[in-house]
Structures are given as C-alpha cells and as structure tokens.
C-alpha cells in the first residue's frame, strides 16, 4: 500500500493576546495528479473545500457586489449588473448589513416661506422707520411665516414648496419599523421663450423604468409612515430597494456571482460552512484521511462550532493507523484537541473561573509532551506548547517552540502569529506589524485572527484609525471573534462612542456571557448611554467572580451616590471596600511620609553633587525624588477617599437631623 503523503492544511489554532486571540495555518493545495494512498474523489472534495475556506475577503458585503467584481456604494445593492438604493444616506453605512441599528426619527414636511406685512394691534401695518424713527412713506414692517404645500403640481414640482423635516410624533414612530422614502423625478429643459430668456429647468414626476427616470430619497412624511403608502416611493424599510416593475418595496436577493451552488450567499469570501461541508465529504469518501478531519474541525471552529469541532478531532483519533505515516496523523488528532482545551482555558480564564482553567491548561501541556515524545517534529504539538508558554509568560520557551515548528515549515502560520504575539509582549511593535502584515496575511489574507492581533499593533503603534480597521475586518471575517470585539469596543469607550461600544460587548457577551472583560466593558458602554441601574448589575456580577478589581469598586460607589440610586449606605460600602483593598495608609500616617519624603528630597537638592563619582549622588536624587512624588500621590490618594467618605457621612447626618426635624421616621 502506498504511503500517504499529506495535503495542505488551511487554519489555526487559538493564541492569547491580552484577550483571546487565534492564528491561521494556510498552504497551497496540490495542484496536477492525484496523491497516490488517498481516494481521488475525497481529494476531489477536499480541494473543494481548500477553494472555498481559502477564498479572499470580498471587497465589500456581497449583495453590494456586481458581476464585473466592483461594489455598489454604501446605501445601494447590487441587481448583477447595476446598483439600487436600499436607504437614505443617513442610514447607508449600515443598511445591508445592519439594518436594525439604522434609527430615523425625522419626518418630511412640505412648506412654504409667505412673507407679509406686521400689523399692530388694531389690524393696520407697522410703517418701517428710518435711523431718526421717522416713518418712511409706503414701506412696512414685514414677517415671516411657513404654510403647508403641496410639492406637486399637475405633476410638475413646485419649487417654491420646500422639503423640510421635523421631530416625528410617538404614533408616528410608532406605526412600523424604521422606513425610507422617495420621489420618482425626471429633470427635462424648457426651451425659452425669448431669445433674451434662459431655458427653464422643470422636474416632472415620472413612473419607475421611465427614460430619463431617477429616484430620490427622502424622509417619510408622518401620513406616509402612518398609512403604509406614498405617491412616490416606498414607503420600504431599509435594506430594501423599490422595484421599478410594480413600484413595491423588495429584498434584494444574493447576486449571482456570489451564489453557491446550494443557494447560500457565500461565494464571495471565506465560505467556511461550504469548506466544512466539503471535507466532511472527502472524510467520508476515504476514513482514513486526517487532514480532512482537521480541516472540517477548524473550520468548525472558525463558526463558533466548538463542540462539533472537538467531536471531528475525536473521530480522527479514533482511526486504527496501519503504518508509521498514519501513527503520526493520528498524534496530530491529539494534538487538535489538545489545541481545543488550551483554547477552552483561555475562556474559563476570561470568565474567572482560573482552576477550571489551570486544569485545562495543563491538561493541554500534557498531552502535547506525551506526543513530543514519540514525535518531536509534530508541528501542531510544538504550537500548543509555544502558546502555552506564551500565556504564562515565558517567552524564551515560548520562542524555542516556534522555532521547532518553523524548522518544518517557515509558512506555518500558527507559529508566526505566535511570533508576532512574543514581540508584542517585548513591545517590538514594528516587527509585530511586519510579521503580520508582510508574512501572515501575505500567506492567508482572510485570516481574521491576524487582523485581530494586527490591530493590537496598531493599538501599541498609537495608530487608531488602522488598529479600528483591522479589528473591524476581523470581526467580518469571523463574527465569533471575541477579542476583536472587545478591543473594538475598547477603542469606541476610549473615543465616547458609547452606542457602538454597547453594540460590541453585546455581541461578545452572547458568544460568551461570563467573559468578565466582555461584562467590565458592557457595564462601561450603559455608563455611556445613561443606563446606571443596568451597569451596576453588570459590575456588581464582574466583582461577585473577581473581587480584585479596585477601579469597578470605584464605578460602583459613583453609581450609587448618585440619581437614580442615592444609595448613601451602598455608596460607603463601595468606598470603604476600595480604601481596604488599597491597603491606604491612615491620612495622617499618609501626611507624615509625603512630609518626611519631601524634606529629604528638598535637602539633597541643597547639596552640590561631589567631584568624585557624581553619577552616585544623582542617582540618589532620582530615588528621593521619585519616593517624595510617589508619596504625595499617596497622601492625595487618600485624602480624595477620606474626603468622599466623610462627605458621605456627613450628609446622611443632615439627612437625619431634617428627617427628625420634620417629624419623619429615621430611614
């Protein structure tokens, strides 16, 4: 029997990165004759899948992408061959992919401008008046008012009645979801009259399809939105385009050039369901195919298929190996799951469940060693190793292991992230950059756990615009990337956008609801968006598994001394468990240190540094300086803390004193 000579892997395992982050393993199928050992249909099905897991992230969202591969702008879709609007341009960044968070909450109105003459009190106009106050014959005061109008006219528009908007009414808004509308308009050129005249410039109301017919879009007026219909068009929610055919609203369907074969949308980018589906194929066609185990369970996991992922690994261990190539497979199986566990860890760490973790992690370790020992060279082995010392901190180890896997193969991707992740932890951002940019993303350019850490790079870079880019195409790539949307998040708190930070804890906490960065980070978004009471539940659950965490004390305390709560009580309890936590010194111990720190660093100051060893002597002075400073930043510690307290305290006695004063129960 023919030995079996392995195919190209395509994806990845998981790598910490502050928050969870993964990596991408990505080689070029092999193209021309059929490896001998391996059934051809199962080859068959497995480059299937290699196409379809390997495909390059589209341009732009696929309804929005035409046949001749460009993308119709943001706000339109795509027909095939031609782009049809599908929102207003308030909503056009979102309305295909988003169209729920679109909220319009203006109405159109039509008005008129009528100017007329002010009247005093007995009906007759005011006379204007010249710099004297002398009136000046046949001129009048004037004022203006706006009227109601109709824009059409015989189907010509009058231009004199204006669009304009205002704030709709409750019913309004009411009525249905949020909708567009529009005006089907032909312009056309009235010759003029005269030869001395210009041509006049008339718009028409046209029907849809007309020669020389365009739409405009525009704001509902509340009769349109209360009533369903309008003269023009829609009125259509948005995402949806108005057919020119019949004038209704419609969905714009997937367009063809990005149709599979099974009818799903996902033929434009990484259709990793497609490549599941086609390695499951080729295992089935030929049991014993490991790679086509381990690609189906990654990409399972890159669709947040955990548990599917590890049954696909399970399966592989399983096989009865026949020669020595297939012993190795089947150590790589282990390795997978091994991979699953360390990924598990990180999320049980994340959650503050750390023994669970601990366990977990070393479960992982262990397996990877037991496989080590019988293959040192197992690429998969070396980099759960790599990423396990990584997250505990031992980079040189960590370092050795990548090398070990890239010895095998320089294009292993795993590695090179992980390389990239031990310069991040060394603060070599640029050389993070260039790992990523130039060698991950060159070899696997939809890998979205690559843009998740390119955009820490970015972060540590202080370039923020880009860090936001490659978060944002991670997240597209993978809508399971937890760390990408943290750090988003993270980055929208830090620039007061509140809504769309709310937006990205949310979608990672129903991916992973104990996520206590996830949680710490949602409670900070309601903050934003005036929502304490809710934000106080999301600390109060953070702290109830990590108790060590001083800055949410602080949240907490603010929250509740504070409308809606004027929880005084509740308020010191959040103080008083920070000043212990703190470990802060009594205030006037605080006071004594800042005093004595500071009188020795004035009094070193008086002193001329001596002729020899003068290096010493200004050491010193570094010492002391940097002991006075820490030690008033201290003493200030405090007394903001003792302040608030006794602030606190001191209005509950006046509250008290009142209560008693009116006769009033004591609260």
């Given at each position: 029997?023919?030995?079996?000579r392995p195919l190209s892997r395509f994806l990845a395992s998981s790598v910490a990165v502050g928050v969870l982050g993964l990596a991408s393993s990505v080689a070029s199928a092999a193209e021309g004759e059929y490896l001998p050992g391996i059934v051809d249909k199962a080859q068959d099905h497995y480059r299937a899948g290699l196409a379809a897991a390997l495909r390059p992230?589209?341009?732009?969202?696929?309804?929005?992408?035409?046949?001749?591969?460009?993308?119709?702008?943001?706000?339109?879709?795509?027909?095939?061959?031609?782009?049809?609007?599908?929102?207003?341009?308030?909503?056009?960044?979102?309305?295909?992919?988003?169209?729920?968070?679109?909220?319009?909450?203006?109405?159109?109105?039509?008005?008129?401008?009528?100017?007329?003459?002010?009247?005093?009190?007995?009906?007759?106009?005011?006379?204007?008046?010249?710099?004297?106050?002398?009136?000046?014959?046949?001129?009048?005061?004037?004022?203006?008012?706006?009227?109601?109008?109709?824009?059409?006219?015989?189907?010509?528009?009058?231009?004199?009645?204006?669009?304009?908007?205002?704030?709709?009414?409750?019913?309004?808004?009411?009525?249905?979801?949020?909708?567009?509308?529009?005006?089907?308009?032909?312009?056309?050129?009235?010759?003029?009259?005269?030869?001395?005249?210009?041509?006049?410039?008339?718009?028409?109301?046209?029907?849809?399809?007309?020669?020389?017919?365009?739409m405009h879009p525009r704001e509902c007026t509340g009769k349109e939105l209360t009533s369903n219909q309008s003269a023009g068009a829609g009125p259509c929610k948005i995402g949806e385009y108005v057919d020119e055919s019949n004038g209704k609203c419609a969905v714009p369907a997937c367009p063809k050039t990005c149709t599979t074969s099974d009818g799903r949308c996902a033929?434009?980018?990484?259709?990793?369901?497609?490549?599941?589906?086609?390695?499951?194929?080729?295992?089935?066609?030929?049991?014993?195919?490991?790679?086509?185990?381990?690609?189906?369970?990654?990409?399972?996991?890159?669709?947040?298929?955990?548990?599917?992922?590890?049954?696909?690994?399970?399966?592989?261990?399983?096989?009865?190996?026949?020669?020595?190539?297939?012993?190795?497979?089947?150590?790589?199986?282990?390795?997978?799951?091994?991979?699953?566990?360390?990924?598990?860890?990180?999320?049980?760490?994340?959650?503050?469940?750390?023994?669970?973790?601990?366990?977990?992690?070393?479960?992982?370790?262990?397996?990877?060693?037991?496989?080590?020992?019988?293959?040192?060279?197992?690429?998969?082995?070396?980099?759960?190793?790599?990423?396990?010392?990584?997250?505990?901190?031992?980079?040189?180890?960590?370092?050795?292991?990548?090398?070990?896997?890239?010895?095998?193969?320089?294009?292993?991707?795993?590695?090179?992230?992980?390389?990239?992740?031990?310069?991040?932890?060394?603060?070599?951002?640029?050389?993070?950059?260039?790992?990523?940019?130039?060698?991950?993303?060159?070899?696997?350019?939809?890998?979205?756990?690559?843009?998740?850490?390119?955009?820490?790079?970015?972060?540590?870079?202080?370039?923020?615009?880009?860090?936001?880019?490659?978060?944002?195409?991670?997240?597209?790539?993978?809508?399971?990337?937890?760390?990408?949307?943290?750090?988003?998040?993270?980055?929208?708190?830090?620039?007061?956008?509140?809504?769309?930070?709310?937006?990205?804890?949310?979608?990672?906490?129903?991916?992973?609801?104990?996520?206590?960065?996830?949680?710490?980070?949602?409670?900070?978004?309601?903050?934003?968006?005036?929502?304490?009471?809710?934000?106080?539940?999301?600390?109060?659950?953070?702290?109830?598994?990590?108790?060590?965490?001083?800055?949410?004390?602080?949240?907490?305390?603010?929250?509740?001394?504070?409308?809606?709560?004027?929880?005084?009580?509740?308020?010191?309890?959040?103080?008083?468990?920070?000043?212990?936590?703190?470990?802060?010194?009594?205030?006037?111990?605080?006071?004594?240190?800042?005093?004595?720190?500071?009188?020795?660093?004035?009094?070193?100051?008086?002193?001329?540094?001596?002729?020899?060893?003068?290096?010493?002597?200004?050491e010193e002075r570094k010492v002391l300086e940097k002991k006075a400073k820490d030690a008033d930043s201290a003493w200030r510690k405090v007394v903001a803390i003792d302040s608030r307290i006794q602030a606190i305290v001191e209005g509950k006695k006046l509250e008290e004193e009142a209560r008693q004063k009116d006769g009033k129960p004591s609260s």
């Amino acid at each position: 029997m023919n030995l079996r000579r392995p195919l190209s892997r395509f994806l990845a395992s998981s790598v910490a990165v502050g928050v969870l982050g993964l990596a991408s393993s990505v080689a070029s199928a092999a193209e021309g004759e059929y490896l001998p050992g391996i059934v051809d249909k199962a080859q068959d099905h497995y480059r299937a899948g290699l196409a379809a897991a390997l495909r390059p992230l589209a341009k732009c969202h696929p309804k929005r992408m035409l046949a001749d591969g460009n993308c119709c702008p943001a706000g339109f879709a795509s027909l095939n061959d031609r782009c049809v609007r599908v929102s207003p341009q308030t909503c056009a960044q979102v309305a295909i992919e988003d169209p729920a968070a679109c909220s319009m909450t203006l109405c159109a109105k039509y008005v008129r401008e009528i100017t007329e003459q002010k009247k005093d009190a007995q009906g007759n106009p005011i006379p204007r008046k010249d710099e004297q106050g002398n009136a000046i014959p046949n001129e009048f005061e004037t004022t203006s008012r706006e009227e109601e109008c109709q824009p059409w006219k015989d189907g010509i528009r009058d231009m004199s009645c204006e669009l304009d908007t205002y704030q709709c009414t409750k019913e309004e808004l009411a009525s249905g979801p949020t909708r567009w509308c529009g005006d089907w308009i032909k312009r056309v050129e009235v010759p003029a009259a005269t030869p001395d005249a210009k041509p006049e410039e008339r718009f028409l109301q046209c029907q849809p399809g007309a020669d020389g017919c365009e739409m405009h879009p525009r704001e509902c007026t509340g009769k349109e939105l209360t009533s369903n219909q309008s003269a023009g068009a829609g009125p259509c929610k948005i995402g949806e385009y108005v057919d020119e055919s019949n004038g209704k609203c419609a969905v714009p369907a997937c367009p063809k050039t990005c149709t599979t074969s099974d009818g799903r949308c996902a033929a434009c980018g990484p259709d990793y369901l497609g490549a599941a589906q086609s390695f499951a194929k080729a295992r089935e066609v030929d049991p014993k195919f490991y790679e086509a185990y381990f690609n189906e369970g990654m990409a399972l996991e890159r669709l947040g298929k955990y548990g599917e992922a590890i049954a696909t690994y399970q399966k592989a261990q399983q096989i009865q190996p026949s020669n020595d190539q297939e012993r190795l497979l089947q150590l790589s199986a282990q390795a997978y799951i091994a991979r699953t566990k360390l990924a598990e860890a990180t999320k049980l760490a994340e959650a503050g469940e750390s023994d669970k973790a601990k366990q977990l992690r070393e479960a992982a370790r262990s397996i990877c060693e037991s496989i080590r020992g019988q293959d040192p060279d197992n690429t998969m082995a070396n980099n759960v190793l790599a990423q396990y010392w990584l997250e505990s901190g031992n980079l040189e180890l960590a370092e050795n292991f990548v090398q070990q896997v890239l010895r095998v193969n320089r294009e292993d991707t795993i590695a090179l992230n992980i390389r990239g992740l031990i310069n991040l932890h060394s603060k070599q951002n640029e050389i993070v950059r260039w790992i990523l940019e130039e060698k991950v993303l060159m070899l696997d350019p939809a890998n979205a756990e690559a843009f998740a850490n390119l955009g820490l790079s970015y972060v540590r870079l202080g370039d923020m615009p880009k860090a936001v880019v490659a978060f944002e195409r991670a997240v597209k790539l993978s809508p399971t990337s937890v760390p990408a949307r943290l750090n988003l998040g993270a980055i929208y708190i830090d620039y007061l956008n509140y809504k769309a930070a709310h937006d990205q804890y949310k979608a990672a906490l129903a991916l992973e609801k104990d996520n206590l960065e996830a949680l710490t980070g949602y409670a900070l978004a309601l903050e934003g968006v005036r929502q304490p009471k809710d934000a106080a539940g999301y600390y109060e659950r953070v702290l109830a598994k990590d108790p060590s965490r001083k800055p949410l004390l602080v949240r907490l305390a603010i929250i509740y001394e504070k409308a809606p709560f004027n929880d005084a009580d509740k308020a010191l309890e959040y103080w008083k468990k920070f000043q212990a936590l703190s470990n802060l010194a009594p205030i006037g111990a605080a006071q004594t240190e800042r005093d004595i720190t500071k009188a020795a660093y004035e009094a070193h100051l008086k002193q001329k540094a001596p002729r020899k060893n003068p290096a010493a002597f200004l050491e010193e002075r570094k010492v002391l300086e940097k002991k006075a400073k820490d030690a008033d930043s201290a003493w200030r510690k405090v007394v903001a803390i003792d302040s608030r307290i006794q602030a606190i305290v001191e209005g509950k006695k006046l509250e008290e004193e009142a209560r008693q004063k009116d006769g009033k129960p004591s609260s």
